[in-house]
T-cell receptor
Framework: NAGVTQTPKFQVLKTGQSMTLQCAQD?????MSWYRQDPGMGLRLIHY???????DQGEVPNGYNVSRSTTEDFPLRLLSAAPSQTSVYFC???????????????FGPGTRLTVL | AQSVAQPEDQVNVAEGNPLTVKCTYS??????LFWYVQYPNRGLQFLLK??????LVKGSYGFEAEFNKSQTSFHLKKPSALVSDSALYFC?????????FGGGTRLMVKP
């Protein structure tokens, strides 16, 4: 199993540009999530999904959109990038029970995004 | 709102000595608690978790953590530190579908 994969590993954007960060998992996990990691602030939840067609906001959702059309994929979209979105982005997945994430989350290797 | 605190930005310990990385949480209900480790330029790796049961949880690489409900703490421990344990450690609490992380503690183990 490849686990959780993310592309690209690095990306530089100009303010106002759009892009999609890709995330895929091959463990048949229902729950998937996106986090951003900033120095001294740990990881903060952006959006999550408990299954195909179901998404919800996390702690810091503004400026980001998500969709979940398949169990395997959970892309994160930045519609108009801002310098404040410079960060390292991690995708994670886990099993869930009755629509709740109840188990260990497995993380991808991350995408380092710089917005100029 | 739930929160997780790691009061120490950095912990320094000599190789072979015991180590403790502190974590306290504020979560309604009965949280699931986790410790993750991050090596440079890598994603997070799972170390251990507390769901229910025995308050002392054993995990990977000789680490263990003690759940204390009255003190709302979940400190990470290891009896004998290795230089290779040097990394960034995160405590996290899962309640509902929200996993909340502490700010992280950098562990430095010196030879």
């Amino acid at each position: 199993n490849a686990g959780v994969t993310q592309t690209p590993k690095f990306q530089v954007l100009k303010t106002g540009q759009s892009m999609t960060l890709q995330c895929a998992q091959d463990m048949n996990h229902e729950y998937m999530s996106w986090y951003r990691q900033d120095p001294g602030m740990g990881l903060r939840l952006i959006h999550y999904s408990v299954g195909a067609g179901i998404t919800d906001q996390g702690e810091v959702p503004n400026g980001y959109n998500v969709s979940r059309s398949t169990t395997e994929d959970f892309p994160l979209r930045l519609l108009s990038a801002a310098p404040s979105q410079t960060s390292v982005y991690f995708c994670a997945s886990s099993y869930s029970t009755s629509g709740l994430a109840t188990d260990t989350q497995y993380f991808g290797p991350g995408t380092r995004l710089t917005v100029l | 709102a739930q929160s997780v605190a790691q009061p120490e930005d950095q912990v320094n310990v000599a190789e072979g000595n015991p180590l403790t990385v502190k974590c306290t949480y504020s979560v309604s209900g009965n949280p699931y608690l986790f410790w993750y480790v991050q090596y440079p330029n890598r994603g997070l790796q799972f170390l251990l978790k507390y769901i229910t049961g025995d308050n002392l949880v054993k995990g990977s690489y000789g680490f263990e953590a003690e759940f204390n409900k009255s003190q709302t703490s979940f400190h990470l421990k290891k009896p004998s530190a290795l230089v290779s344990d040097s990394a960034l450690y995160f405590c996290a609490a899962l309640a509902g579908n929200m996993l909340t992380f502490g700010g992280g503690t950098r562990l430095m183990v010196k030879p």
